[in-house]
């Protein structure tokens, strides 16, 4: 009897019911983008700052500092936004300083944005860590809990209340971490009046970067008519020749009802392929051009633009529209017992772990380091990163959509090692910030998969309900994806493996265990392999490993912080990965791509020196070791033609 529905079809309606349980996460925080119906106004550059250095750092609550210019308050600084606070200045209070700091500055709002009534006017924060309350003109209009997430507020009715006052910014961030906070950290209070002043405490944490704060990520100012594209969900697939996107717009506003859209999709030549009507809907793509992973095939990254136009009649007759162009990429994820696919090939992660750290600047954005990063990545024959151990800015997803770079895009749920992280407050916080990233990040291409988490302390009993609950609510947003966390736990004793799709394991051998001991990695690695996957029978990601370096130590024989001894780690690993990656590992991410900086310590000298390329981004000898195996492996299993490959005989080794 023949097959009542055709392969495709079957694809779609699979697509479709995997969307109906999507759409529940339409809550909008679509990246500001400019169109013919929306504009943006940066805020970046100077602001002035002024830190609550008062015993309890209430005082600028208690005064309230935002009903005035700050300066007026009192003495207040320059601050470059987006930047950390902590290096800009050669106060060492401000670089370790816990507590309030307030940001403030005025902006021209032009006259039109606020006369037209249907114009609705949002402030959006990129991130600022850790907790943020924003103020204009005094009047409060939004507080955000989390470091590494964009939040907003429409602040239209605010401007309208006095059109012919300034419009005063002020936003107000504290960079405490508690047991509930992500990442959890916890402030003790050193009460020995022999050994520390009155009212001494310290901010403890459980993860190894430099807690660096403030706003991190660009503050613009956008506009939307009243009744706007809130947003947009995308999920695709393709089989026999055709392409399918499935999409879902929400709609939001006062007119949301009467609103009609259309939807049109145009290739990177702006030429029209297909085009649909409705909120919510199906674009087929003829004979489509794959999303592709950077050496994978000879055109990575390539990207649709779908454009939603939403229309509806204004209260005299007029047409009202919105319009939204989101870059769309055609392509699959799958994982089985053996093989991470996309686009049904097997995929190898061949990358590094990053962070979002340089000197001067900490964690703020800044674009000619993640240029110089992306330059570097593809120099190395990186394909993918995960971003350790939080979400990124998205001006870097988006990079990675356009060059093909591959993300595991991560949590900020790194150092929940206290068993007081695991209680209800925690998870519901957790469940959140997953809603936010998910919400954030869904339509990247890039974005292969999700961790929820790094290093927890998975042994501990509360772990398996916590993770089965995490890892539960985030495939509930996003069926597409799989979803992991990056244990270093006992493959006997964790409880969250069974809840995962890919193992992703960290190990430092012959490092933090045996140091020095370069002869036991080959043995200790293929136990590791085998026991999770003999375990789980999941493909498995070498999610870290590595080993610090003094850049220009040198040693041989080597030893430890030589650079010799971080090229031998890396060789040893390389034997073992490549026996395994003929049968279920998948990946290897080095830790890390670029020394950072770290909380002071004895272990630290001057931050985690595990980076291949220095803070300063030169590269240490094993970075000429990763380039020299990367490119071999793209030769190998990358589908590029022979023209684009790149001559491994012409790379440079120590
Ligand atoms: C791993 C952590 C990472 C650290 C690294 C290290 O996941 O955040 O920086 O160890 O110690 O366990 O270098």
Redesign the pocket.
């Known amino acids: 009897m023949a097959c009542p529905v055709k392969p495709l079809q079957l694809h779609l309606i699979l697509l479709f019911a995997l969307w109906d349980v999507c759409s529940m996460i339409n809550s909008g925080m679509l990246f500001p983008r400019e169109s013919s119906s929306r504009e943006i106004k940066e805020l970046n550059g100077l602001w002035s700052f002024r830190a609550d250095l008062s015993p309890n750092r209430n005082l600028g609550f208690e005064q309230a500092w935002y009903k005035r210019r700050l300066a007026e308050t009192g003495p207040v600084l320059d601050m470059p936004v987006p930047a950390s606070y902590n290096d800009i200045t050669q106060d060492p209070k401000l670089r370790d300083f816990i507590g309030w700091v307030w940001y403030d500055r005025e902006v021209v709002v032009p006259s039109r944005w606020v006369a037209d009534k249907n114009i609705r006017v949002v402030l959006r924060v990129g991130s600022a860590h850790y907790y943020s309350v924003v103020w204009v003109n005094g009047v409060r209009v939004t507080e955000h809990d989390g470091g590494h997430l964009p939040f907003e507020a429409e602040i239209g009715g605010v401007l309208r209340g006095d059109p012919s006052a300034p419009c005063r910014i002020t936003i107000a961030v504290n960079n405490t971490l508690t047991l509930q906070t992500l990442p959890p950290g916890h402030i003790q209070y050193l009460n020995d009046p022999t050994r520390y002043p009155k009212g001494y405490f310290v901010q403890n944490t459980y993860?190894?970067?430099f807690n660096y704060a403030g706003i991190h990520r660009s503050v613009r100012l956008y506009t939307t008519p009243q009744t706007y594209v809130n947003d947009i969900t995308v999920g695709t697939d393709f089989a026999d020749g055709l392409g399918a996107i499935a999409y879902d717009v929400a709609v939001a506003g006062s007119a949301s009802s009467n609103a009609s859209l259309k939807v049109t999709l145009t290739d990177g030549e702006g030429r029209r392929v297909a085009t649909a009507t409705g909120p919510k809907g199906v674009l087929n793509v003829l004979a489509p051009t794959l999303w592709w992973p950077y050496l994978m095939h000879e055109r990575p990254g390539f990207l649709y633009n779908m454009e939603v136009c939403l229309q509806v009649a204004g209260a005299r007759g007029e047409v009202l529209e919105d319009r939204y162009t989101l870059p769309v990429g055609i392509r699959t994820v799958k994982v089985t017992s053996t093989q991470f696919l996309i686009n049904d090939k097997p995929f190898y992660f061949h990358g590094v772990n990053k962070h979002e750290d340089s000197d001067i600047r900490g964690k703020g954005f800044d674009w000619p380091l993640v240029v110089k990063d992306f330059n570097l990545m593809k120099w190395l024959g990186a394909n993918s990163f995960r971003t350790?151990?939080y979400p990124y800015d998205e001006e870097i997803l988006h990079m990675c959509d356009r060059h093909g770079i591959v993300v595991i895009d991560e949590s900020p749920g790194?150092g929940i090692r206290d068993i007081r992280s695991f209680g209800n407050a925690s998870l519901a916080h957790h469940l959140e910030v997953m809603g936010e990233l998910v919400t954030r990040d869904k339509n990247h291409p890039s974005v292969v998969m999700w961790s929820v988490a790094?290093?927890p302390a998975s042994e501990m009993p509360p772990a398996g309900l916590y993770f089965e609950t995490v890892i539960a609510h985030t495939k509930a947003l996003d069926p597409t994806r799989p979803v992991t966390y990056?244990t270093?736990s006992n493959y006997a004793r964790d409880k969250g493996a069974p809840f995962v799709d890919v193992i992703c394991v960290?190990s430092?051998l012959s490092w933090?265990h045996d140091p020095g001991a370069l002869d036991v990695i080959s043995l200790q690695l293929n136990t590791q392999f085998e026991e999770w996957y003999g375990k789980y029978k999941k493909p498995i990601i070498q999610s870290?490993y590595?080993a610090?370096v003094v850049p220009g130590l040198h040693s041989d024989p080597p030893v430890m912080f030589s650079e010799e001894y971080q090229v031998m780690v890396l060789r040893s690993y390389h034997e073992v990965f490549d026996q395994k990656r003929k049968q279920y590992v998948v990946g290897e991410l080095i830790?890390?791509f670029a020394d950072f900086m770290?909380a002071q310590g004895v272990t630290r000298v001057v931050g985690?020196k595990?980076g291949i390329f220095t803070r300063q981004r030169q590269p240490k000898a094993g970075a000429y070791t990763l380039r020299e195996r990367y490119w071999r492996i793209a030769n190998e299993t990358g589908l590029l033609p022979p023209w684009t490959k790149y001559p491994c005989s012409q790379l440079r080794s120590p």
């Open positions: 993860f190894d970067f350790s151990h790194v790094n290093e990056v270093n960290n430092y933090y870290e590595g610090d830790w890390n770290t985690n595990k």
